[in-house]
């Protein structure tokens, strides 16, 4: 046997971890590389590791007696290599792992095997969802200290740090213990930063672990378990089901049989030799278990020659090459355990380039082809290719029509006309058309147009850029219709099935596994199932979101179309799904109840009480006449004014942050700063974050702080900000570095007086201009605080000034403000 050697060429990889020159034929992508490569443990030659692998087996079918000479051992190693290197063969080694076990139903046992394994399903999908959970979460806790500025005791006090205190918090809800996080918190004061922790390793096999043996009509336990884990199967025979189970988990090896041409372009001989030197190979394993050696991309070697999956015709064709494979496998005198067999290996599908040995439907007219500079781009597969020229269709057309004109001048709805009407210049046209070819869908290459663009014409904020489904078109005002018809006219429809330039015949050939259904798949395989040494198993994936009833009508209707057994399992949800949950209106309380408990449920009773906080994300706006006050100060020699805005309550709105001498730069960003600040508080931020957020930051200008009765040194303008937010409008005396008890019971604090024990104008407190004299002008503080601890004077309004200020001195009353002794302008002093 001679095999047509590969081209070989060295290109650049980027692996997980690095960026490797390897050796690698020119025509496969890099995915495929890579999956070779894994697969032989190599890192840059995959010739050699090939041909290592073959050599392997040349010495363990030698200890097997499978060669007689060495010409027979070297012509093994040179046709396995060159079949592997171009892409005729491609194989599995032995799978480590027990038996599979077979489970008749109705026996004792069953119900409660299928509900273990549901359970320990469940159980490994949460322990790993817990461990991402709990990781960043623990990971949260040592981030809060080894970010925090300033004393590192007080960075790892939870009572000193607040951001510490709640990603502890968020921890616990997660499922972290209090040791695991006091762990964490210890770990980032000794200097480490990062929490590691890695998934726990379950022995799985494959996903499968037990093989169900039912009847025609699987009961409602076998669907659930099915369903729910991919890890059951269905057998619908004791022989079926003995036959899967000793099957699995032995080597395996498939043959690519569209490498050997279609119709009367067939290389039956080839084909013949290719399938007697995998049964040697797998023979040469010598694995205990029956090996599985099957024929991949029989969907496409039929479409290939125009010939309907589903037609008699097509099932025909393959039940001939099925059994021809089969009478080479036997000619080829390899000691094979199993033989012949259908099967789903996705890793074998991607080292031949896509196709599968399952047997199964087609998966469609488009593949993706690798450009010099390692872009993929989607093109028509090859089988497709072959098919259209088999039934005399226009290859332009349906080039046009699967992968689209890949240009936007004539394109429904969003054509060049409409784009230049809101906004766009042929520059950005060009710049979404040069992606078109490397674009799944519209919005993908509308992606890439200029940010300045985006946001100056078109209006896009910040947010809008970074979010992944921004959708460029339907910001600028098209319509989800036209920009259907733009994509589809533009990227294509992706399908042939449908096309209508074809006839009804012609698009038969091209119909896929989402347009044919399982029945079809069913009856092929009981087609061939005559021709196989190990039962055949249909394979099937349902969506994400379908149930359980919707798995037992697939094997039932499985069971009747003769198929020996069945794997059911659903595909994995969409990574970025999220619930769109509804506003639940609050319980009403419950009533109170009319019996008391007995001792024991008194003793045992345990109240959980959850307050959940909706906060409403529309702006509330600032009244136009407001209150507030301004805060002049240095910070180490630079003065910063401080004025805040505040609404009608008293809470803080609004903050303006004026640094007069400060270079114009350094200004306009703190005035800009301030802006963000304000926007935030009126979009419902609680102060309390930003006053967490930005004290103890560290930067110059920083040092002693002079003109603030609170805060008398700060390490950072933004730190010293805060500080006397947080005193003034938080009751945040911690952040106070002076005095705290030098500070008025009404928190609007002393200032700054030469006698504190005088009565103070309130002036010094309220805005006269604000209150528009609705408050006195004699209206005065009086120093209450300054007075003898224990004194008890009560003091009455003067008749002469208006004080509060009439006291009893002896047997006098006297205004301590003007000095008015009762009686002095013949009025009642305490009227």
């Not at 979404?432 to 896009?460: K, M, Q």
Request: net charge negative.
């Amino acid at each position: 046997m001679r095999i047509e050697a590969a081209r070989i060429e060295q290109r650049t990889l980027e692996r997980t971890a690095s960026v490797t020159q390897v050796l690698a034929p020119a025509s496969w992508t890099d995915a495929r590389v890579e999956a070779w490569l894994d697969w032989l443990d190599e890192d840059s030659d995959l010739p050699a590791a090939v041909f290592r692998y073959a050599e392997d087996l040349v010495q363990r079918g030698d200890a097997a007696g499978l060669f007689d000479s060495a010409r027979a051992r070297g012509g093994f190693r040179r046709d396995l290599g060159a079949a592997m290197l171009s892409g005729q063969i491609a194989l599995s080694a032995p799978r480590i792992g027990p038996h599979m076990p077979v489970i008749q139903s109705g026996e004792p046992e069953f119900d409660g095997l299928l509900a273990t394994l549901r359970a320990e399903h469940r159980g490994r999908a949460m322990a790993r969802a817990a461990i991402r959970e709990m990781s960043a979460r623990l990971q949260a806790v040592m981030d809060s200290i080894l970010r925090c500025e300033g004393d590192p005791a007080a960075c790892a006090d939870l009572r000193a740090n607040a951001n510490l205190a709640r990603s502890a918090e968020a921890a616990r809800a997660a499922g972290a213990t209090d040791a695991m996080i006091l762990e964490a918190i210890g770990l980032a004061r000794s200097g480490e930063d990062e929490w590691v922790a890695t998934l726990p390793i379950f022995n799985d096999v494959d996903g499968l672990e037990l093989i169900c043996v039912t009847g025609r009509a699987p009961d409602a336990a076998l669907a659930g378990a099915a369903w729910d884990t991919g890890a059951a199967a269905a057998a619908f025979s004791p022989e079926a089901g003995r036959g899967v189970a000793a099957a699995w988990g032995g080597a395996r090896g498939a043959i690519n049989v569209v490498a050997f041409g279609a119709g009367q372009d067939f290389d039956a001989a080839a084909f013949d030799a290719a399938v007697a030197l995998l049964a040697l190979a797998l023979a040469a394993t010598g694995d205990e278990r029956p090996a599985s050696l099957g024929i991949a991309g029989v969907a496409d070697w039929l479409v290939a020659q125009g010939l309907s999956y589903e037609s008699e015709a097509g099932r025909d064709v393959v039940r001939d090459l099925y059994r021809r494979a089969a009478s080479a496998t036997v000619a080829s005198g390899a000691k094979l355990n199993g033989g012949l067999a259908v099967f789903d290996d996705p890793e074998i599908a991607l080292r031949l380039g896509g196709v599968s040995p399952a047997a199964a439907p087609w998966l469609g007219p488009i593949t993706v082809a690798e450009t010099e500079d390692g872009a993929l781009t989607r093109v028509l597969s090859e089988a497709a290719l072959q098919g259209l020229t088999a039934v005399g269709a226009d290859l332009a057309q349906a080039r046009g029509h699967v992968l689209g004109r890949l240009d936007l001048s004539e394109a429904p709805g969003v054509d060049h006309a409409a784009l230049n009407a809101r906004g766009f210049t042929d520059h950005e046209i060009a710049q979404a058309e040069a992606a078109l070819p490397f674009a799944a869908h519209l919005r993908e290459a509308f992606a890439g147009i200029d940010a300045g663009f985006l946001c100056d014409v078109l209006g896009a904020s910040d947010a809008d850029l970074a979010d992944l489904d921004f959708d460029v078109l339907q910001h600028a005002g098209f319509s989800a219709a036209e920009i259907a018809q733009a994509e589809e006219h533009a990227l294509g429809a992706g399908a042939l099935a449908e096309a209508e330039f074809l006839t009804p015949a012609q698009r038969a050939v091209f119909q896929t596994a989402d347009d044919l259904g399982p029945a079809p798949y069913f009856a092929l395989l009981s087609a061939i199932a005559h021709a196989l040494a190990v039962p055949a198993m249909a394979e099937i994936e349902l969506e994400w979101d379908t149930t359980p009833t919707d798995a037992r009508e697939l094997m039932a209707l499985a069971a009747q179309a003769g198929v020996p057994a069945i794997r059911v399992r659903r595909a994995a949800a969409p990574a970025n799904l999220v619930l769109d949950l509804p506003r639940v209106a609050e319980q009403p309380p419950r009533p109170a109840r009319e019996f008391s408990p007995e001792p024991e449920e008194r003793s045992t009773q345990e109240r959980i009480v959850e307050r959940i906080v909706e906060r409403d994300r529309t702006r509330r706006k600032l009244p136009d006449r407001r209150k507030g006050y301004i805060q002049k100060a240095a910070v180490g020699g630079h003065k910063v004014y401080l004025h805040t805005g505040e609404y009608d309550d008293g809470e803080l709105g609004e903050i303006f942050i004026d640094m007069h001498k400060e270079g114009a730069a350094f200004r306009s960003l703190m005035n800009n700063f301030a802006i963000g600040i304000s926007i935030g508080l009126q979009y419902g931020v609680p102060l309390e974050e930003f006053v967490d957020a930005f004290v103890f930051t560290r930067f110059e200008p920083a040092g002693p702080v002079t003109g603030n009765d609170s805060v008398r040194s700060a390490t950072s303008i933004l730190d010293y900000l805060f500080r006397e937010l947080g005193v003034s409008y938080l009751g945040r005396d911690d952040l106070a570095n002076a005095d705290p008890g030098e500070l008025n019971a009404d928190g609007l604090g002393q200032g700054k007086f030469d006698d504190i024990d005088q009565p103070q104008p309130a002036s010094h407190f309220i805005s006269r201009g604000f209150a528009r004299g609705a408050a006195p002008d004699n209206l005065v503080f009086l120093p209450s605080a300054a007075r003898a601890p224990g004194a008890s004077i009560e003091a009455d309004v003067c008749a002469a000034c208006g004080d509060v200020a009439v006291v009893k001195k002896g047997a006098s009353l006297i205004c301590e403000t003007c000095g008015t002794r009762a009686g002095q302008h013949g009025g009642d002093m305490t009227g």
